[in-house]
């Protein structure tokens, strides 16, 4: 089980503070006297960030335990400070598509890097990675880059309001457009609803105006939508597929009422293949929303789309964006160096990789008795876990069938598959991000790893 091996963590310096600069470790890494623990700096974290953690699902909640602290990452797999190694599912929710570290994106960071981190004024690096969005993927005629999936969703939101003159936004049960308040909403069933926060914090009159439908059906829009948005292929309630019309559908409605059409492609976008989830489905969004993959593991994210709906924000139109960072030369730089690999037979042979990975994991669940399905979409693979003993069950088409995951059985299969060196994402309902770095070699350890991992379930 070589695998398995417990290396010393290199990457994280420990040692008293006077030692410490003799030894002349890397203050900003060091972090002070004593081997450190998961449990140890996790508690420390906890003292001085809410929950211990920068974004919510890190903190295990709906798992149970608490996490793991990364040290470092190269390719398929990650470190944590203990030196324990982990076959790595989660490649930052899908940022990372080359595996971690990867050589040309470390090096485009660290050669721009020498040149400095911002300058606040409009740079090469920002002019051809929008090139390079807007040649790749056909609605997006122009492209507005800024700092995450989430200015780009509430960007998109303010400029589709802006643009049309209209209030009121569609979006769908179970797919998530990250922290913006207008679509943070409780998904509802049925037809479409009227939405209701889903958070404290959100006033009501933050999403009077945010429409929910079930995903998968496409509801019939009235003439005050400003737009619809929805992630063309949802793949933050496991992966669920755009059911045969869907985004046509949603295409059609939009045109028949003037409501812009918004694809949230933080997720697909570059992911699915060279044109996003667009050209996969050959549907045309007047505006989509990236993030993740363009930024090579940095920063960013982007809204692309119409000529003449982009020209609606500032400077040159009535719709305000700006910000600090935007167009940041190290996050171009990574994302440049990440798009620039990838070619579509780079996309052919993670497809490959992720059926690959999706059949293995099928079989060897299957063969401990556990009913877990794994839906692929291209590059995208998903889980969810049938009631056992129903062999027939459907993969989910909408929210409410998501939710029919057993979560239980998914934090029982998260742990055990952690304590073998799998990380998974602490979560029902996330996908799987396979990537280039998940070679055979790679597999073969995950197999491994899975076959001890589901033997320790119980049902
Ligand atoms: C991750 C994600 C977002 C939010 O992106 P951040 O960079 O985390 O703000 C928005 N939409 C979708 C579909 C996502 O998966």
Redesign the pocket.
């Known amino acids: 089980m070589a695998d398995m091996t417990i290396t010393s963590p290199q990457a994280i310096p420990y040692c008293d503070e006077t030692a410490c600069i003799a030894a002349q470790c890397v203050p900003t890494l060091c972090v002070g006297k004593g081997v450190p623990s998961n449990e140890k700096l996790y508690a420390r974290s906890s003292d001085v960030i809410p929950g211990g953690v920068n974004s919510s699902i890190r903190a295990f909640k709906s798992v149970g335990g608490s996490p793991y602290i990364v040290a470092r990452g190269n390719g398929a797999h990650i470190w944590d400070v203990e030196g324990k190694k982990y076959v790595d599912l989660v490649q930052s ?2 940022a990372i598509i080359l595996g971690h570290a990867h050589p040309a994106v470390t090096a485009a960071i660290q050669q721009a890097a020498t040149d400095g981190t911002s300058y606040g004024a409009p740079t090469p690096r920002e002019m051809k990675l929008a090139e390079t969005i807007s040649s790749r993927v056909a609605s997006c005629e122009q492209v507005r880059l800024m700092n ?3 200015e780009a ?1 509430s960007t998109a939101v303010r400029l589709a309001r802006g643009a049309t003159g209209r209030k009121v936004i569609v979006t769908f049960a179970g797919n ?4 913006t308040d207008a679509l943070l909403v409780a998904g509802g069933s049925g037809i479409a609803t009227l939405g209701l926060p889903g958070t404290a914090g959100v006033p009501d009159e933050a999403v009077a105006n945010t429409m929910v439908a079930p995903y998968n059906v496409v509801p019939r829009l009235t003439n005050d939508v400003a737009a619809v948005i929805v ?1 063309p292929v949802a ?2 309630m496991g992966v669920v597929a755009p059911a045969p019309g869907f985004l046509e559908g949603l295409r059609q409605e939009c045109d028949r009422v003037g409501a812009l059409l918004i694809f ?1 492609e ?2 697909t976008g570059f992911r699915l293949g060279r044109g996003g989830a667009q050209a996969k489905f050959d549907v045309r969004p007047d505006l989509t ?1 990236f ?2 993959v363009i930024g090579g593991g940095l920063p960013i ?1 982007a809204v692309g789309g119409r000529r003449d709906i982009m020209s609606v924000l500032t400077p040159n139109g009535k719709v305000f964006h700006a910000g600090t960072l935007a167009g940041n030369p190290l996050a171009t730089a990574a994302g440049l160096a990440a798009l620039n690999e990838l070619t579509d037979d780079v996309y052919m042979e993670i497809s490959a990789r992720a059926r690959h990975g999706a059949s293995l994991l099928r079989d060897i669940c299957s063969a401990a008795g556990i009913n877990a399905h794994f839906p692929v979409v291209g590059t995208l693979v998903g889980m969810y876990i049938g009631k056992n003993g129903d062999a027939s069950q459907q993969l989910p088409h909408n929210f409410d069938e998501a939710k029919t995951t057993d979560e239980k059985m998914y934090a029982q299969l998260f742990h055990a598959m952690l304590k073998e060196g799998v990380a998974m994402a602490p979560g029902a309902y996330e996908a799987i991000f396979f990537g280039l770095a998940h070679t055979d070699e790679v597999f073969a350890e995950l197999a491994r790893a899975a076959e001890r991992a589901v033997a320790q379930v119980q049902h």
């Open positions: 929710y899908g995450s999936g989430t969703t998530f457009h990250g922290a992630e793949a933050n949230d933080v997720i929303c993030g993740k994210g």
